[in-house]
C-alpha cells in the first residue's frame, strides 16, 4: 500500500541508505549502494531486478487507481 511505500523510504532515508530530492528523484548513497551490491550478489542480478519493478509497478498501479 501507499502508505507502507512512505514509511519504508522514510526508513531508508533516515538510516541513510537513499537520498530524495524535490522532484521525487531517488539516489543511493554509498552506504545504499554496498548493500543494494551484497544483496544482489546474494539473490542474483535477475531477481533483484524483478523485485524492484514489481514495486515500482505496484506503486504506480496504486497512485493512477
Known amino acids: 500500500s501507499k502508505p507502507s511505500v512512505c514509511v519504508a523510504m522514510r526508513n531508508?532515508?533516515?538510516k541513510g541508505y537513499i537520498l530524495t530530492?524535490?522532484?521525487g528523484l531517488i539516489t543511493?548513497?554509498?552506504t545504499g549502494k554496498e548493500i543494494a551490491e551484497n544483496v544482489k550478489k546474494y539473490i542474483g542480478k535477475d531477481k533483484l531486478i524483478?523485485?524492484?519493478?514489481?514495486i515500482i509497478f505496484k506503486e504506480h498501479r496504486t497512485v493512477i487507481s
Not at 50 to 54: A, G, L, M, R, T
Open 21 to 23: 530530492d524535490g522532484d
Open 50 to 54: 524483478y523485485i524492484v519493478q514489481k
Open 12 to 14: 531508508l532515508r533516515e
Open 28 to 30: 543511493l548513497t554509498e
